[in-house]
């Protein structure tokens, strides 16, 4: 997947890598990459990259708006953190946040 990266400058063609190889490595349905909008108190964002299986809508571009993020958990993914869900149904998430992952 490095390799695959060095090879190119651009940020779109990076992040598809990661994304397609991430999930592939995870064996995964999906792998996204958000971006929240500072302005918006972090509270609306979107998709700005992904890998998904062709039997599953695309996330790419959605707008989302999402209050329990910005209630929760804005300082830890400033300070890098990562999760992965396998079933969101079963991660013992806060209800508005199974609401918004329903929905991908």
């Known amino acids: 997947m490095i390799d695959k990266i060095r090879r190119t400058l651009d940020i779109n063609t990076i992040l598809a ?3 397609a190889e991430v999930r592939q490595l995870l064996n995964a349905d999906r792998v996204a990459i958000f971006s929240f909008h500072p302005l ?3 509270r609306d964002g979107n998709f700005v990259s992904e890998d998904v299986l062709p039997e599953f ?3 790419l571009n959605w707008q989302v708006h ?5 209630n929760s958990f804005v300082e830890e993914y400033k ?3 990562i999760q992965s869900i396998a079933d ?3 991660a013992n998430l806060d209800p508005c946040y199974i ?4 929905k991908f």
């Open 17 to 19: 890598t990661a994304t």
């Open 40 to 42: 918006s108190n972090y």
């Open 57 to 59: 809508e695309s996330a």
């Open 66 to 70: 999402d209050s329990c993020f910005a």
């Open 79 to 81: 300070n890098s953190r």
């Open 88 to 90: 969101i149904y079963e």
């Open 99 to 102: 609401q918004l992952l329903a």
